[in-house]
């Protein structure tokens, strides 16, 4: 399996398919075994489909400094990774935490991306307090699967399917899991590509941020997963894949 060497630290992916490319990143506490049931369609769909663990996740390096774990960091990872992949541009997607690090990539390095997956996530918070509020959340995360390791992890499927470094979590929580601004929120009137919101019914903590954001995004499209949790695409695999082929189908009609 490929290694990208990342100033000391090697991240872990995948690729399946040819194709133009369509770069998948996961929630915390998952890696990029979460994908399993998805990217082989995907790929036989006409894409080359990229997945990946972040730091601190699957197989990834887990540093012992927690300054190496920060949004910005993320970022650019995904930048090299699109480097590593050949591509000039993508689509790029993510569930929870990897849907917010998706937006956070389009407001960087809006020029490489060609269309927006946001998959069972939220863009974040306008209100500071609101902030905080999450970020305390977040870094008692962070410090339950430090002490307990799986015991603490969620009920959620994606998160059972790789072994994980739990110190390495603890810093993902407090360095990527938190948030510093309001900057992802803000970007959504902005965006200015394709985008598809993908959301569980069953996904109740995330709804309203998914209508949020398909109204808040021009021309954003939704597609409600039935009978499926936080993770969509491992609940129901094949209704996913429907949802997300027949906007990737779109998206290269319109080429």
């Known amino acids: 399996m490929p290694e990208l060497a990342r100033d000391g630290v090697n991240i872990h992916y995948e690729v399946t398919g040819e194709g133009p490319v369509l770069l998948l990143t996961h929630g915390f506490c998952a890696s990029s075994a979460m994908w399993r049931e998805n990217a082989p369609a995907l790929a036989d769909a006409g894409w080359k489909v990229v997945t990946w663990d972040m730091r601190g996740h699957g197989r990834s390096d887990s540093p012992d400094d927690p300054a ?31 849907g917010y690090m ?3 990539y389009n407001l960087a390095h809006g020029a490489r991306v060609r269309a927006l997956l946001l998959i069972d996530t939220g863009p974040g918070f306008r209100n500071d307090e609101a902030r905080e509020k ?50 992802a929120i803000t970007s959504l009137p902005g965006i200015a590509v394709p985008t598809l919101v993908v959301v569980g019914d069953r996904d109740e903590p995330f709804l ?6 398909a109204a808040k995004i021009p021309g954003a499209s939704k597609a ?22 027949g906007f990737l189908d779109k998206l290269k009609g319109s080429n």
């Open 68 to 98: 190496l774990y920060t949004a910005d960091l993320t970022v650019a990872d995904i930048d090299a990774l699109l480097d590593a992949a050949g591509a000039e541009t993508a689509v790029v997607g993510g569930m929870s935490l990897g």
């Open 102 to 104: 998706s937006l956070a």
């Open 134 to 183: 999450w970020n305390a959340y977040a870094r008692g995360r962070g410090d339950e699967l430090a002490a307990k390791g799986e015991a603490a992890l969620s009920a959620s499927a994606e998160t059972r399917l790789q072994k994980q470094n739990y110190q390495g979590l603890r810093n993902a929580a407090y360095g990527m899991l938190t948030q510093r601004t309001a900057d």
């Open 208 to 213: 309203a941020a998914s209508d949020y954001m």
């Open 224 to 245: 409600v997963i039935a009978d499926a949790g936080h993770a969509a695409n491992v609940d129901q695999p094949a209704a996913f894949n429907a949802a997300v082929i």
